[in-house]
């Protein structure tokens, strides 16, 4: 899907020294305007139980909130993309996966192990919370933890009020560091169980990003949002992403290696 006159922007030559160096980098808009307008209301069937694909035969597809339940928290579906083709065109286009390898040093293979719809409701306040963690706290069913990272794709403007997503700059270089607790809604008890390193700082950046805009960041790097205060609801989608060679050697309920085999559950969205 495309309007025609949308061509997503040459990859940044500095980008994969910032994700080096940061642990994250913010890319521009990769996703055409249309892609994006359908997304939108795509994400909303699915949140309304609405699926193309039933969920049943999926084995990792998952929610947090029932269909019909009120909307005043974060709303969290595993693998929607499984359940919708427009969801599927949209964590398949092609920028995202090209502009994965460059993180990734040039790696000759990227493809989706895990997605998760993330709807962030207006006025949800701590409810909307997502609490500072590291992703390969839930992640070492893998064998190593080079070759992935995830791709954060914004479908609606993301601001400091709507609740963008917080990085700490260079913290990917600390050690796996427990707790962290991606459903800790309180902020500051989910800071004071996080022992910073010793000759560490912790500072945060906040990722504000237009809508169609992707961050990428890397499985250690210390991340997490507040509540969304604005009036309209912050929608994205974590695309979660391997290169070849990386093999799952634990059970988990995310990803397994004959799952990795199925091009429709989990897409190759970049290949050399």
């Known amino acids: 899907m ?7 922007p040459d990859i ?4 994969a020294a910032v994700f ?4 994250y980098f913010q890319a521009p808009q990769l996703i055409p305007d249309d892609l994006l307008d359908a997304s939108v209301a795509h994400m909303d069937q699915v949140i309304a139980g609405q699926y193309e694909t039933d969920p049943v035969i999926r084995h990792h597809f998952s929610r947090t909130v029932e269909p019909g339940s009120p909307q005043d928290r974060l709303i969290k579906i595993n693998n929607a993309h499984g359940v919708d083709a427009t969801l599927l065109s949209l964590i398949s286009y092609p920028a995202i996966g090209a502009w994965a390898s460059f993180m990734l ?29 590291q992703d390969f706290n839930y ?3 893998f064998d190593k933890i080079d ?7 914004a479908l609606s403007d993301v601001t400091v009020p709507s ?4 990085f700490v700059p260079g913290s990917h270089r600390w050690p796996l560091i427990d707790p962290g607790n991606f459903a800790e809604q309180d902020e500051r008890k989910a800071l004071a169980a996080i022992e910073v390193p010793d000759g560490e700082e912790w500072t945060e950046h906040a990722a504000v990003m237009p809508r169609g805009a992707v961050s990428f960041h890397h499985p250690m790097t210390f991340h997490g949002s507040g509540p969304n205060v604005s009036d309209q609801p912050r929608r994205s989608i974590a695309v979660h992403l391997c290169s070849e060679g990386s093999r799952v050697v634990k059970e988990n309920p995310f990803v397994s290696d004959e799952t990795l085999k199925s091009a429709e559950e989990n897409p190759v969205i970049f290949q050399r």
Not at 2 to 8: D, L, M, P, R, V
Not at 147 to 153: E, F, V
Not at 163 to 166: C, E, H, K, S, V
């Open 163 to 166: 609740g963008a997503m917080r």
């Open 2 to 8: 495309g309007n025609g006159t949308f061509t997503a």
């Open 105 to 133: 040093g040039g790696v000759d293979r990227v493809q989706v192990w895990h997605t998760q719809l993330l709807y962030k409701p207006p006025g949800s306040s701590s409810k909307g919370n997502i609490g500072i963690h």
């Open 147 to 153: 070759g992935i990272l995830t791709a954060w794709i």
């Open 139 to 141: 992640w070492q069913f």
């Open 20 to 23: 080096q160096s940061q642990g």
């Open 12 to 15: 940044d030559q500095n980008a």
